[in-house]
Nanobody, 120 residues
Framework: QVQLVESGGGSVQAGGSQRLSCAASGYTFSSACMGWFRQAPGKEREGVAAIASDGSTSYADSVKGRFTISKDNAKNTLYLQMNSLKPEDTAMYYC???????????????WGQGTQVTVS
């Protein structure tokens, strides 16, 4: 059974930084494409970043240059470092596994319960 548990969300001021973590289990983490997507109230799901099994990364244009995705295969943990946060980054952030072709639309095979990030 795939389990993805996010942590690190909370409130932060605009311009600040925050790091999200995701502990994964029940999944072949090291050979998987993992990612993050977010969803704000009343808005469509949006893929934020993805990291392939070889470590290559991709980002949504809206976060490029500000967010960094990384993973620690030994710890089965995925990270999202968010810098220069803006109010429009406010959303529920979800850790996800099994990237699909339309991952930028938030299309993944599995995802966690989410962690709220609020930027004011």
């Amino acid at each position: 059974q795939v389990q993805l548990v996010e942590s690190g969300g909370g409130s932060v001021q605009a311009g600040g930084s925050q790091r999200l973590s995701c502990a994964a289990s029940g999944y072949t983490f090291s050979s998987a494409c993992m990612g993050w997507f977010r969803q704000a109230p009343g808005k469509e799901r949006e893929g934020v970043a993805a990291i392939a099994s070889d470590g290559s990364t991709s980002y949504a244009d809206s976060v490029k240059g500000r967010f960094t995705i990384s993973k620690d295969n030994a710890k089965n943990t995925l990270y999202l470092q968010m810098n220069s946060l803006k109010p429009e980054d406010t959303a529920m952030y979800y850790c996800a596994a099994e990237c699909r072709v339309n991952w930028v639309l938030g299309d993944f095979g599995y995802w966690g319960q989410g962690t709220q990030v609020t930027v004011s």
